[in-house]
């Protein structure tokens, strides 16, 4: 079976992790655990940019070496997948040998073809970015655009690769192939691509920067850190080794949309397609995370520590708010009054509410086991009805990493749930003595349990460990598999329920931002 390879974007090792980096981990962690339930063989890649200015720069006014502070901020970001229960089968380091020698390899590889050269560079630089500007990227005031920081004029002697020889084959590809997901972002790419590219100078001399990748056909030179980074998606599965092609090229690449035009969109591809190799199959774009109409960054300072919402609310309730919220493309607010609206309507009082109703019923009137339902009138119809119309919806939408959709539908058949105990009212029914109310009562409690059942399926990728929980309160062992789980098919009967439990305690204190 071909492995489905599925990478994030490496981030900066030049401050602590925040929001926007913990929801791209976890947002390809669903897409990673939503592949594994459907039976897919999965390697799902993350890890860390040690190299380049921001980097340097930072280790220096901190009066460090680079190393030093990315071997100390290297653990935040392993601690932090750990602790958003992310299941990276790999975290790769861009100063690790196996991804430096690499780069090398790629770097002569692609010397020897004529595809670098050494030229002159004489223009403009943005250290923020760490890239080459040009004169018309200013705008109508005449100034620099805001993400490029400060700008400075340079004039040196640096290699370059060839991009702009490849461009008429990149727009052609992206004419035969929808590469970017969503594919309005492809439109933004290919106009980019409407205008002439310049070749990518892909070094920086030493003596402005020595934190980088030497090049291995001239030693005073570092490799540029774009260069570098985006083999990391190739490095760490074996690139130029027996088994690279179990990995490449169906392969996925999550990035925010911030990283797609020019460095995941023509750059990358053209690398590869320079080495002889496919573009992966998709390049998935997220949106960015605002607080209060700002993106959050290390440089703006304006963070929400996610690991401060872990502590209290745990990973789950974070993973759920993070893809419930974002509709994967779009931008979204974090603030902490919608977390927190969240956290109590859609979990505390729908999902917990239902599964402590059933529990509480079942264990008080049936300890020995829970019954079979016996009658099927129109509340258990409709409710068979929204379970088959929830499942399709929710099994399409996640296909096309719809998350957020997928969890309405699959919070909104809760919904269905909930009403279905209101009308059918066990703990009314429990009560009486009539026959009739006794298999009706105890019909409610297996459909409710039967629709907690299924619908706990659809969470498995977002809150696992919730799932795992709700799954044991069943009875059930964790299923690892979709297959054959999916159907209303009651399969509780007999089964001992765990005791009543508080999925999601009321919360403490609110939070600040940082
Ligand atoms: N190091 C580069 C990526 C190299 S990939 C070969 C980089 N690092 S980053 O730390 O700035 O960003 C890492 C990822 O986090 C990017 O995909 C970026 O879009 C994402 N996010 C950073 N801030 C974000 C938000 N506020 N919201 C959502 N994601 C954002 O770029």
């Not at 027996?242 to 999550?254: C, L, Q, R």
């Amino acid at each position: 079976m071909r492995t489905f390879y599925i990478t994030t974007a490496i981030d900066y090792a030049n401050g602590k992790p925040h929001l926007g980096h913990a929801y791209e981990k976890v947002l390809t962690d669903v897409i990673a655990r939503h592949r594994r339930l459907l039976g897919d063989k999965v390697h799902f890649l993350t890890g860390l940019d040690e190299h380049g200015q921001k980097v340097e720069q930072t280790a220096r006014a901190k009066g460090i070496e680079p190393a030093e502070l990315t071997d100390g901020i290297a653990p935040l970001f392993i601690d932090l997948c750990k602790r958003l229960n992310i299941s990276n089968d790999d975290f790769i380091r861009t100063t690790e040998k196996r991804h430096k020698d690499v780069v090398r390899k790629i770097l002569q590889d692609l010397w020897a073809k004529g595809d670098i050269y050494r030229g002159e560079y004489k223009g403009y630089y943005s250290v923020r970015q760490e890239q080459f500007v040009l004169e018309k990227e200013k705008n109508e005031a005449g100034n620099w655009p805001e993400i490029y920081g400060e700008v400075t004029e340079i004039s040196e002697v640096n290699y370059f690769f060839r991009l702009s020889k490849y461009q008429d084959w990149l727009i052609d590809y992206l004419n035969k192939n929808d590469f970017v997901v969503p594919l309005f972002r492809q439109k933004q790419v290919q106009e980019f691509l409407r205008e002439p590219i310049n070749d990518l100078c892909i070094s920086r001399p030493k003596e402005r920067l020595s934190w980088g990748i030497p090049l291995p056909f001239d030693e005073d030179y570092v490799t540029y850190v774009w260069f570098d980074a985006l083999i990391n998606y190739i490095s760490a599965v074996g690139y130029g080794q027996e088994g690279f092609e179990d990995y490449w090229p169906a392969a996925f690449n999550v990035i925010g949309k911030d990283i797609l035009v020019p460095s995941h969109s023509v750059y990358w591809p053209i690398m590869l397609h320079a080495m002889g190799i496919e573009p992966p199959k998709s390049l998935l774009v997220h949106g960015w995370w605002h607080l209060g109409g700002q993106k959050m960054s290390k440089t703006s300072g304006i963070q929400i520590n996610p690991l401060d919402l872990i502590d209290q609310f745990g990973a789950d309730s974070l993973r759920y708010f993070m893809i419930r919220e974002m509709n994967v493309g779009q931008d979204s607010d974090f603030t902490m009054e919608l977390f927190l609206g969240r956290y109590q309507a859609d979990l505390g009082n729908n999902l917990g509410n239902l599964v402590n109703r059933l529990l509480n019923m079942a264990n008080r009137h049936f300890p020995q086991g829970l019954p079979a339902p016996e009658v099927e009138e129109d509340p258990e119809i409709t409710v068979h009805k929204q379970w088959e119309e929830t499942r399709k919806a929710v099994l399409a939408g996640y296909d096309d990493f719809q998350f957020h959709s997928g969890l309405e539908r699959t919070l909104l058949f809760v919904s269905v749930l909930n009403r279905y105990a209101e009308i059918r009212a066990p703990w009314k029914l429990a009560k009486s003595e009539d026959p009739k109310d006794r298999e009706i009562l105890r019909t409610s409690l297996a459909t409710m349990a039967e629709g907690i059942r299924l619908a706990t399926h659809f969470l498995q990728p977002v809150m696992p460990e919730t799932a795992e929980r709700i799954f044991g309160l069943l009875g059930q062992s964790n299923p690892e598999l979709w297959e054959g789980q999916l159907d209303w098919s009651p399969r509780l009967t007999g089964t001992v329920l765990g005791e009543k439990t508080i999925l999601f305690p009321r919360p403490e204190v609110q939070l600040q931002p940082e």
